[in-house]
């Protein structure tokens, strides 16, 4: 895996050579500087730039309102532009991932039956990626309804049988690079524990 992302991210620095102001190219290496170099940083400053140049593309919306979410801004501003997202394009096959960000949101915000919601509505939308099965079993276990979140982590391990709260929260770790800090880190290993338990 280590060589595939280093790969990515040569592509990516290579499309930003190419199309430098080009808001779909932006926005793409935006999400390689996400999943696949764990800077953030870099992330917002691409997708900062691609909205500006584009402010109706709801992929760029999106992800600049999930980067917002994962750097500590309001997650409330993030939820109002992944809204905006939904209303420009209702009926885009990505919006399964929409209603994920979303759902991390309000985790953050502790709403965590809207948490759950937005779980079940991503798996109604396609029901076979395990991150849904991973937001629904926290939304579950986080309410205290550990034997609902326990059948949900069932799915999950059939979808995903490599899976473990261990490498989630070490993605995380991945993801959130340099400010996977004490607060974030706090957060993910309360995470991970009600994963633990779930599973």
């Known amino acids: 895996m280590a060589r595939e992302r280093a790969l990515a991210v040569e592509h990516a620095e290579r499309a930003r050579r190419t199309a430098p102001k080009n808001s779909f190219v932006l926005i793409n290496c935006a999400d390689t500087a996400f ?27 999106v992800l600049l309102a999930n980067a917002h979410r994962t750097v500590g801004a309001d997650p409330a501003d993030s939820l109002r532009a992944i809204g905006q997202a939904r209303r420009i394009s209702p009926r885009v096959p990505r919006s ?40 629904l079993t926290c939304a579950l276990g986080l309410q205290g309804r550990m034997a609902e979140a326990k059948e949900a982590a069932k799915v999950l391990r059939k979808l995903s049988p490599a899976f473990t709260p261990e490498g989630f ?4 770790r991945r993801f959130y690079g ?18 633990q338990r779930a599973m």
């Open 35 to 61: 999943y696949s170099a764990g800077n953030l940083d870099l992330a917002l400053e691409l997708l900062n730039e691609a909205v500006e140049r584009n402010p109706y593309d709801p992929q760029g919306l």
């Open 96 to 135: 399964h991932r929409w209603l994920h960000y979303a759902g991390w949101c309000h985790w953050k915000l502790g709403e965590l039956d809207k948490m759950e919601e937005s779980a079940r509505s991503e798996i109604e939308l396609y029901s076979d990626a395990p991150a849904q099965w991973v937001e």
């Open 169 to 172: 929260y070490e993605i995380a």
């Open 178 to 195: 340099a400010r996977f800090d004490g607060s974030v880190q706090a957060e993910y290993r309360a995470l991970c524990s009600t994963l």
